[in-house]
T-cell receptor, first 113, second 113 residues
Framework: QKEVEQDPGPLSVPEGAIVSLNCTYSNSAFQYFMWYRQYSRKGPELLMYTYSSGNKEDGRFTAQVDKSSKYISLFIRDSQPSDSATYLCAMSARGAGSYQLTFGKGTKLSVIP | DVKVTQSSRYLVKRTGEKVFLECVQDMDHENMFWYRQDPGLGLRLIYFSYDVKMKEKGDIPEGYSVSREKKERFSLILESASTNQTSMYLC????????????FGPGTRLTVT
């Protein structure tokens, strides 16, 4: 079993839809969870950062962590064509070597006008 | 804003050439990373450095070396480029403690012919 699993998509939604992106993981030591957005031919940019379980909201984006289920989600409300990108989840454990991140392979999202 | 810059956006080299990829960050981050990103394989860590002149192998160090003579600069070296090193190369940086998120540069698309 891979440490982090992420459905690669592609996921295509109409403008204005609510988008749900998800990752599952197997390492119970992970405590820091991130979502990155990567536009075509660009580097990933940090979108959301959460520690341990719970929700975090930033504008149209909500990150959710359920450590008991080893499941994280990113919700995008009122999706826009400019949200079309690949979304990568990433996570890290506390302790030695914790500055390394484990990434999902990314989900490609297209928001159709 | 954190800024991570990479020396070239696109690079074409011949098999057997020595290739240098440069990365500079302006936020006094201790950690710096080199990844390659390939379709279907996601981000794979090549090398990282947690201090000047310190380096650690990542998941796929074979065929690569690194140099970090100054805190802000981290170089990736392909000793003898091969066609299977054609890829997108991404540099990232992060603080050593208290924060685990990484900030990425724009990437270098390297083609080895």
């Amino acid at each position: 079993q891979k440490e982090v699993e992420q459905d690669p998509g592609p996921l295509s939604v109409p403008e204005g839809a609510i988008v749900s992106l998800n990752c599952t993981y197997s390492n119970s030591a992970f405590q820091y969870f991130m979502w990155y957005r990567q536009y075509s031919r660009k580097g990933p940019e940090l979108l959301m950062y959460t520690y341990s379980s719970g929700n975090k909201e930033d504008g149209r984006f909500t990150a959710q962590v359920d450590k008991s289920s080893k499941y994280i989600s990113l919700f995008i409300r009122d999706s826009q064509p400019s949200d079309s990108a690949t979304y990568l989840c990433a996570m890290s454990a506390r302790g030695a070597g914790s500055y390394q991140l484990t990434f999902g392979k990314g989900t490609k999202l297209s928001v159709i006008p | 804003d954190v800024k991570v810059t990479q020396s070239s956006r696109y690079l074409v080299k011949r098999t057997g050439e020595k290739v240098f990829l440069e990365c500079v960050q302006d936020m006094d981050h201790e950690n710096m990373f080199w990844y390659r990103q390939d379709p279907g394989l996601g981000l794979r860590l090549i090398y990282f450095s947690y201090d000047v002149k310190m380096k650690e192998k990542g998941d796929i160090p074979e065929g690569y070396s690194v140099s970090r003579e100054k805190k802000e600069r981290f170089s990736l070296i392909l000793e003898s480029a091969s066609t299977n090193q054609t890829s997108m190369y991404l540099c990232a940086s992060s603080f050593l403690a208290g924060a685990y998120e990484q900030y990425f540069g724009p990437g270098t698309r390297l083609t080895v012919t």
